[in-house]
């Protein structure tokens, strides 16, 4: 009974809060025992048996072709599936005759493809991320067969079932997905319907006169940033001005309550674009793993932000969030994947990385040979000897790769007193900084790649503790010893680096952030060629037909 054990392994696939779905369960039990009475189930073979008897769509079609027509409710694409065409086919098939063996099974088999695919998108994403310079893979014990999530859910004779099953489980991708109604539903607020007047000036500051302010005003209501009784005042102030700032924060900028060309500028953004952010995103958490492990920590890099949580009974504790700074947009950017963190060095040497001592040290030691001293150089051999004088010879050795040039720990150290490593072939690690007052800044895309870490004390607190007598002033004399020393972890951390221009925070508020890598527009682009290859696809599957 080949056949029903398929089925039966596939109820693995079937669960809800890690129990078989009893609908599903009953199915797959009823399938196993009609073949062990020698009733022989539909194989593979026969796709007819799953949508079609008697030559006519069965209802479980027409609830696959509305499965399929509300896939924008995710951020996908009904084309991508044919959905309209899959309906139409269906109509037909519905009202006429019924279809020869030969016409049902081609059209039963375009249906289990349309679903099977869209199944796998809604579980894993539409492209590769590694594609789109981001590091991620499922992981090996995560492996998604659609199809036997599928056919399972057929013979339990509940797809919405399958549907649950296959959707990212993450509670920020529930919230987006709401978001994403959301915003689709204010796209036709009459606030939107023409842009804000321009403004009195190069900015409007509290106290001055703006026509466009019942409209500001209407707009600040329908996004929630001002309560729906405000009364709109003849000049810019008030409660208005509060409702700016809460717009601000909610998009990246100063909450300082002056609509600059900044703030202007987010305010006219066509809701399009946001909807959009919020599809982009989605997808992203698709595939980036964020539900590995009891324990996490991630860094939303276009959020400068770095978040720690644990999972108690399902429900996602924050424990740290704090500011960090990550890679320069323009030529240093952060990499985007996930490793596990094994280390942490105390007092850390800084060894500083060949292109950075080529193109940017040995050339200010050139000109500055006192830049040596102050920041606490030196040159390591390839056999660890130490050299702790300055020599053009030692530059020009660094230039040739014989030398390389480190940082003694200290206070002028480049990764402050504290280094978190998780191996990685991009040489990407947490660490602090000398440089705190950086992290005032609203945008802070600073670094060569790494990231630093705004509280690296309750990181380290986070971080180790489950560790012993790692208390925090333990914690803290160690990153003031001034004596470089490595702690291996008792168990490994997963650390994930991520990108989302689009968030939903504790506060059940949308959030959005500059895409300061450009890598929305590479992903939507991407999206956008494969939707056209699919087109492409099923029109010549259909003229052959």
């Keep these: 009974m080949p056949a029903a054990g398929g089925l039966m392994r596939g109820a693995c696939r079937i669960r809800r809060n890690g129990v078989a779905a009893p609908r599903v369960l009953a199915g797959l039990v009823a399938a196993w025992a009609l073949s062990c009475h020698g009733i022989a189930l539909a194989a593979p073979s026969a796709p007819s048996a799953l949508w079609f008897s008697q030559g006519h769509p069965n209802a479980l079609a027409w609830q696959a072709a509305g499965i399929l027509d509300g896939a924008t409710a995710d951020g996908l694409e009904p084309r991508d599936y044919d959905a309209d065409g899959l309906r139409r086919a269906l109509g037909q098939a519905a009202d006429g005759l019924p279809l020869a063996p030969e016409a049902a099974a081609s059209l039963d088999e375009r249906l289990t493809a349309a679903m099977q695919r869209y199944l796998a998108d809604l579980h894993g994403g539409r492209v590769d991320p590694g594609t789109i310079h981001e590091k991620f893979a499922p992981a090996p014990d995560r492996q998604f067969d659609s199809s036997r999530l599928l056919r399972a859910a057929i013979a339990g004779q ?52 703006y026509a466009g302010l019942p409209v500001l005003a209407q707009r600040l209501i329908a996004l929630g940033d001002l309560p729906a009784a405000t009364p709109v005042p003849q000049h810019y102030q008030g409660e208005l001005v509060e409702g700016i700032k809460a717009f601000q924060v909610r998009h990246g900028l100063a909450p300082d309550g002056a609509i600059g060309a900044g703030t202007f500028a987010q305010l006219n953004a066509p809701l399009a674009g946001r909807v959009r952010q919020i599809e982009l995103t989605l997808e992203r958490l698709r595939w980036t793993p964020l539900l590995e492990g009891p324990r996490m920590i991630v860094v939303n890099v276009p959020e400068f932000v770095l978040r720690a949580y644990e999972i108690h009974d399902g429900a996602i ?39 950075i001592a080529r193109a940017e040290t040995v050339p200010r030691l050139r000109r500055d040979p006192g830049y040596f001293e102050r920041q606490g150089f030196e040159f390591v051999s390839g056999d660890a000897k130490v050299i702790t004088t300055l020599s053009a010879a030692s530059l020009d050795a660094v230039q040739r790769g014989q030398l390389r ?130 087109r492409a696809s099923a029109l010549a599957s259909t003229q052959a037909r």
């Design 405 to 534: 040039i480190r940082q003694r720990p200290g206070p002028m150290n480049a990764l402050g007193d504290i280094k978190f490593v998780f191996p990685n072939n991009e040489n990407i690690y947490l660490h602090h900084t000398p440089t705190p007052q950086l992290f005032a800044r609203d945008r802070r895309d600073l670094s060569h790649g790494c990231i630093r870490v705004e509280a690296p004390v309750a990181l380290a607190g986070f971080v180790l503790q489950d560790t012993p007598g790692w208390t925090e002033a333990r914690i803290r004399e160690a990153m003031e010893k001034g004596e470089s020393s490595t702690l291996r972890l008792r168990q490994p951390l997963p650390v994930v680096l991520a990108y989302g221009t689009a968030i939903v925070k504790a506060d059940a508020r949308v959030y959005f952030f500059p895409d300061i890598y450009g890598l929305d527009s590479v992903l939507d682009e991407a999206l956008r060629q494969r939707s056209a290859r699919l």
């Design 158 to 209: 509940d797809l919405p079932e399958a549907v649950r099953q296959a959707a990212p489980s993450f509670p920020l991708y529930a919230s987006l997905r709401a978001a994403l109604s959301r915003y689709r539903a204010l796209a036709g607020h009459p606030a939107w319907q023409a842009p804000l007047p321009p403004l009195p000036g190069r900015k409007l500051v509290p106290g001055q006169a």
């Design 317 to 355: 504790q924050v424990k740290v969030e704090m500011k960090v700074i990550v890679g320069k947009a323009l030529d240093t950017r952060t990499p985007l994947f996930k490793e596990d963190m094994r280390f942490i060095e105390f007092s850390p040497y800084w060894n500083v990385p060949p292109s």
